[in-house]
């Protein structure tokens, strides 16, 4: 199924520990492109997060955000360094004794000294586990916006392969009648110069302009290469590349077209097709 690559997703979880939102927007670009802003606790998980994005994705630039709300109802627990606890209470008795005094050694001034006291750290383990089933998520509903946003394209596209295929069957259709034509006014000429040319060497020069005229290969052409486009929309990996090596392969034809123009409605189908094709080209640089 043809994908864009434009598309936007948001999704949110709260749990116990706390508030997980993720927010993907991409747009079009040569190749993945992944541009992610984390929260510090979450920085750790960036290899994982890519991994699941290049799984999902093939084209396109990606900013992924990840916002992380604790919830300030958790307590992480307190852990205390006896150790530095210790040097403490023994430094005050030394004091104590310098001082040839007793005074009570205050157990809260302890706790306040730097080092005394650390929050053990959160366990991330949850959290992780959440921000990557979300981002998953997340990442699904991208898919699913660039497959309706690319389904659209499709359409546009389609339209226009079928306006190239009428433009190519109207060739076709007054092709002879413009050789015909293109004969008649060359030997009107010599009539109108009362001129008596030599019939075999007249023919020969007649059979060499019409094939300087000849406009089937490139008609054949634009034929096998519109069914090829119509056959790649159709497909279910990333096409973005190929329809867009088609259209300069058509945007060939059509020039090829246009300068081996006799005729003015040649000029016209010629200019036709190159608007179709440009037109198609915007559309497939958003496709994946």
């Known amino acids: 199924m043809t994908k864009s690559m434009t598309a936007f997703a948001r999704n949110q979880v709260t749990e116990s520990f706390g508030t997980l939102i993720w927010e993907l927007r991409s747009v079009n670009h040569r190749y993945l492109d992944i541009h992610m802003r984390l929260p510090d606790e979450l920085r750790a998980m960036e290899g994982r997060f890519r991994e699941l994005i290049s799984a999902s994705l093939s084209r396109g630039k990606l900013e992924c955000c990840l916002r992380f709300k604790s ?11 006896e150790d530095i606890a210790k040097q403490v209470i023994h430094a005050c008795e030394r004091l104590n004794a310098m001082f040839h005094q007793s005074s009570e050694i205050n157990v ?14 959160p366990d991330m383990k949850p959290v992780n586990t959440a ?5 998953t998520q997340a990442l699904q509903e991208l898919v699913d916006n660039r497959k309706r946003e690319g389904k659209r394209l499709k359409d546009l596209i389609v339209q226009r392969c079928d306006a190239v ?45 019409v094939q300087k005229m000849d406009v089937d290969e490139e008609l054949d052409r634009l034929d096998a290469h519109n069914k090829e486009l119509s056959d790649v929309l159709n497909r279910d990996d990333a096409v973005g590349r190929r329809l867009d090596f088609l259209m300069q392969e058509l945007n060939r034809e059509a020039n090829t077209l246009g300068s081996k123009s ?24 958003n496709i994946e």
């Open 262 to 285: 006799a005729d003015i409605r040649m000029t016209q189908a010629s200019v036709e097709l190159k608007v179709l094709i440009e037109q198609m080209r915007e559309q497939i640089q």
């Open 108 to 121: 809260v001034d302890i706790l306040s000294w730097p080092g005394v006291v650390k929050e053990s750290a």
């Open 165 to 209: 295929e009428k433009i190519v069957l109207q060739v076709r259709e007054f092709m002879p009648e413009i050789r015909a034509n293109h004969r008649e006014k060359i030997l009107s000429k010599f009539e109108e110069l009362k001129a008596d040319p030599e019939m075999d060497r007249l023919e020969q020069e007649l059979v060499y302009l």
């Open 131 to 135: 921000s990557e089933t979300l981002l």
């Open 71 to 81: 919830d300030s109802g958790v307590q992480n627990g307190v852990d205390i360094n």
